[in-house]
C-alpha cells in the first residue's frame, strides 16, 4: 500500500509560496545525515488511500494554496526496480499527480527524489518508466539527488546539499528525445532553476 508519513497543509518550506506537502514512507537511499531517517521504513507511517487523495486535493484547491510538493522518504520509492509489486501504489501517484494537473493547471508540482533526471528518464533501476515519465511530465520541479551531508550548506534554500540540483522540468523535457525501438534515451540538456534570480 501507499504509505506517507505525514501531510503538511500549509507548507512555506518546500517549494515557493504556501503549498500542500505529502511526505511520503520508504527510502532506498538512506542518505547519511537525512532529515528525515523516520520516512525510510515502508512499513511505517499511514495509508494513502484515494479517498484521502481526494481529500488532499480539495485542501489544493484552497486559492492561497501555490501548488503541492512531494517528499519522503522518496517518493519514487514505488518506482524503484525492487519494488516491481507495487503496481496498485504507482496507479494511486499517478492519479494524485495526473487529477492535481488537471484540476489545477495553473498550480505547480514539486517532487524531491535520491534518484537523478538521468536515471528517471532512462529508465535504469525503475520499473515501468512510461508511469515515472508521465509522473515526470505533468510535473513542474525535481529536485534530484542524494543528500551528502559534506556539500550541506545550512539554510540552503530547497535542499540539503549543493549537488542536489533544482530542475525546471518542462524545459528539460523539451530536449529529451526517446527511440524505443534502438532502446536509446537521450536527454540534451537540464535546465537548472536559478533560484537567487
Known amino acids: 500500500m501507499l504509505k506517507y508519513a505525514k501531510i503538511r497543509d500549509r507548507d512555506i518550506a518546500n517549494g515557493p509560496g504556501v503549498r500542500v506537502s505529502i511526505f511520503f514512507q520508504g527510502c532506498l537511499h538512506q542518505c ?25 486535493l480539495c485542501l489544493c484547491g484552497k486559492e492561497y494554496i501555490n501548488g503541492i510538493s512531494l517528499l519522503g522518504g522518496d517518493p519514487f ?4 526496480k525492487r519494488n516491481n509489486n ?22 505547480s508540482i514539486w ?3 535520491g534518484y537523478s533526471i538521468e536515471d528517471c528518464l532512462t529508465g535504469c533501476g ?5 508511469d515515472l515519465y508521465s509522473v515526470l ?16 550548506i545550512p539554510n540552503l534554500k530547497y535542499r540539503g546539499s549543493t549537488n542536489q540540483r533544482i530542475i525546471d522540468l518542462p524545459a528539460t523535457l523539451s530536449t529529451y528525445k526517446s527511440n524505443k525501438d534502438h532502446n536509446i ?12 534570480s
Not at 515502508?42 to 481526494?54: A, N, Q, R, S, V
Not at 520509492?77 to 524503484?80: E, K, M, N, V
Not at 534515451?185 to 537567487?196: E, G, V
Request: proline share 3%; charged share 30%.
Open 32 to 56: 547519511q545525515g537525512c532529515f528525515n531517517p523516520e520516512t525510510w521504513n515502508p512499513k511505517m507511517g499511514f495509508e494513502l488511500t484515494k479517498e484521502k487523495i481526494d481529500k488532499i
Open 185 to 196: 534515451n537521450i536527454l540534451y540538456s537540464i535546465k537548472i532553476i536559478d533560484i537567487n
Open 137 to 152: 511530465n505533468n510535473s513542474d520541479v525535481l529536485i534530484d539527488g542524494h543528500f551528502i551531508e559534506k556539500y550541506k
Open 77 to 80: 520509492y514505488i518506482f524503484d
Open 126 to 130: 525503475f520499473i515501468n518508466n512510461d
Open 111 to 113: 517532487i524531491w527524489t
Open 86 to 107: 507495487m503496481k496498485t501504489e504507482r496507479d494511486l501517484f499517478l492519479y494524485l499527480i495526473t487529477t492535481f494537473k488537471k484540476r489545477y493547471p495553473e498550480k
